[in-house]
């Protein structure tokens, strides 16, 4: 079973910066795509940003030019870059991974359990 672990959420200013780690372990499976998605109080789960193996990326419109996905591929971690932060960002954060389907490998997503992000006025 994989388990993905967020760390660095926290409190922070308008303007500022913060930068997530989320590391996947627990087994051998390989992880293609990974990614962010985030929950405000009273509002659905949207996408962050995604990046796959190769390091192709995507990002919600809301936070392009601000944030910036990366990972290192050989350790199944994944990070979220976080600048220019405004208060609308405020969300719990969730890690995600997709597991390479194969022989005997069904494709399955698992997800993280969160990090608070806040950011202040």
């Known amino acids: 079973q994989v388990q993905l672990v967020e760390s660095g959420g926290g409190l922070v200013q308008a303007g500022g910066s913060l930068r997530l780690s989320c590391a996947a372990s627990?087994?051998?499976?390989?992880?293609?795509?990974m990614g962010w998605y985030r929950q405000a109080p009273g509002k659905q789960r949207e996408l962050v940003a995604t990046?796959?193996?190769?390091?192709?990326?995507t990002y919600a419109d809301s936070v392009k030019g601000r944030f910036t996905i990366s990972r290192d591929s050989a350790k199944n971690t994944v990070y979220l870059q976080m600048n220019s932060l405004k208060p609308e960002d405020t969300a719990v954060y969730y890690c995600?991974?997709?597991?390479?389907?194969?022989?005997?490998?069904?494709?399955?997503?698992?997800w993280g359990e969160g990090t608070q992000v806040t950011v202040s006025s």
């Open positions: 995600s991974a997709d597991r390479r389907p194969g022989i005997g490998i069904s494709p399955r997503t698992y």
């Open positions: 990046i796959t193996r190769r390091g192709s990326t």
């Open positions: 627990g087994s051998d499976f390989i992880i293609n795509d």
